[in-house]
């Protein structure tokens, strides 16, 4: 093996090129290259190894784009719960801990008062993560009161307007403040707008903390954010890299005493741009490989919705357990919880990676530059170009460029009668992006 390469002598990109314009027979080499006219971004479907980027440092050291971790590639399993009544939402996370779910995110559906001692009775808070997405700043102060000094995540509407109160709740184990990304990817963004707008979205509740007289590392440390994932496998995967090397440079710029300031919770969660309710298996796989594309890109939980989440005929029992099985199979199957960034050393995913970097990392600056997301007219300018972008999608689909089985192309057979009941919530209320229903 010391004689590798006087075996198999190594060959310049130079002469790599020469045999690839013999094989095209006078054809330009532009025809290698792919073009992903949504993203806006061109890439050559060749690399050579004089391609390699040295931008990007091992897994667990600055900018963490390989990872936060050089140990495993280990993520929560993430499954949501709507609180209709305590102790029957309480059953429901109960079997739902013992199909495999180790995030429990629990979503108020209105401003009333929580009984947590019910609600929480007999969960090991200790051993799993717990999001709570509250309607009010009373029924955060409930839940904290009850959860300690377990590891809890807090999702607040309104979280600006309240930040005050929530720093006064800051402790290691918790995390006060969300960003979702994943909202403006369901408004059919690309990657590198969800990128800038969650980075910026973040840079604000950084300085509103520091502002405040809170240290960088304890604000850093208590946001945590979620990421949409989309269908495009390698562009997906490159986001979240992408991602922790963003906010990375946005946390370094205060200059954080400790690591664990840059090492963010990220947690990838499914939207429904691509889900079909009428071909609800078609379903499963798309969400496993958009799983695997954030698996792949080093995430810290998967949050695979249940497909009928917004359906007006819904199967929990089903759609729940077979989310839950999505991350199960990527883990006791594919062993992918084991294996450190197995993205590392692609020329062409770091390639991506990088275009998807310098691309929101400019929108990010124009951002700031423009008064900051709480801007009105940058709000406005943005929503418009999002909404661009959605509409690019639509025409692609309706051209048959872009295909989805079972929504343009191979309808399922078997006829279904299930409509949606309602739409995700996206960004400053923009119009969801919803393939089979926008069609």
């Known amino acids: 093996m010391k004689d590798f390469y006087s075996i198999f002598p190594k060959s310049s990109k130079e002469e790599w090129i020469a045999l ?47 990872g936060y971790s050089n140990k495993n590639n280990e993520w929560y399993i993430a499954s949501n719960f709507c609180i209709e009544e305590e102790k029957a939402t309480n059953k429901e996370v109960l079997s739902s801990l013992m199909s495999g779910t180790t995030h429990v995110i629990l979503e108020a559906q209105n401003s009333q008062a929580i009984d947590f001692s019910i609600l929480l009775k007999d969960i090991g808070l200790p051993h799993i993560l717990t999001t709570f997405h509250a309607k009010t700043i009373g029924q955060v102060n409930q839940f904290l009161q009850y959860t300690g000094s377990n590891p809890v995540h807090v999702v607040l509407d309104n979280q600006l307007a309240h930040i005050e109160e929530l720093i006064k709740f800051n402790h290691p184990s918790r995390k006060l403040f969300h960003v979702d990304g994943s909202s403006v990817q369901q408004a059919g963004s690309t990657s590198w707008q969800e990128i800038a707008i969650s980075i910026a979205e973040g840079h604000e509740l950084l300085v509103r903390q520091l502002d405040l007289g809170i240290d960088i590392d304890t604000a850093a440390s208590s946001i945590h954010f979620s990421i949409g994932i989309g269908n495009k496998f390698y562009f997906e995967l490159a986001k979240f890299r992408a991602f922790r090397t963003c906010w990375s440079e946005v946390v370094q710029k205060y200059n954080p005493k400790t690591e664990l300031a840059y090492k963010t919770h990220v947690c990838a969660k499914s939207t429904f741009v691509n889900i079909s309710l009428k071909d609800s298996y078609t379903n ?20 695979i919705r249940p497909f009928d989440w917004h359906a007006k005929i819904k199967n929990y029992t089903f759609s729940r357990r077979m989310a839950t099985n999505i991350s199960l199979l990527l883990k006791e199957e594919s062993y992918l919880n084991k294996v450190i960034d197995v993205a590392g050393g692609s020329y062409a995913l770091d390639y991506i990676t990088l275009e998807i970097v310098k691309k929101a990392w400019e929108l990010f600056l124009e951002i700031e530059n423009q008064g900051g997301i709480t801007n009105e007219s940058t709000i406005k300018q943005l929503k418009a170009n999002i909404t661009s972008k959605a509409e690019a999608r639509l025409i692609e689909y309706r051209s048959n460029k872009e295909k989805l089985i079972g929504i343009n192309i191979f309808p399922n057979p078997e006829k279904s009668d299930n409509t949606w009941e309602s739409s995700p919530t996206c960004w400053n209320n923009l119009n969801p992006l919803i393939i089979e229903q926008n069609l």
């Open 20 to 66: 690839l314009e013999k094989e095209l027979k006078g054809e330009s080499l532009d025809k290698l290259s792919k073009t992903n006219h949504i993203e806006e971004i061109t890439f050559p479907s060749y690399f050579h190894q004089d391609d390699k980027e040295e931008h990007f440092s091992d897994p667990n050291f600055f900018p963490f784009t390989r």
């Open 284 to 303: 499963l796989l798309r969400q496993t490989t958009e799983a695997m594309s954030a698996v792949l890109g080093g995430v810290s939980s998967i949050n």
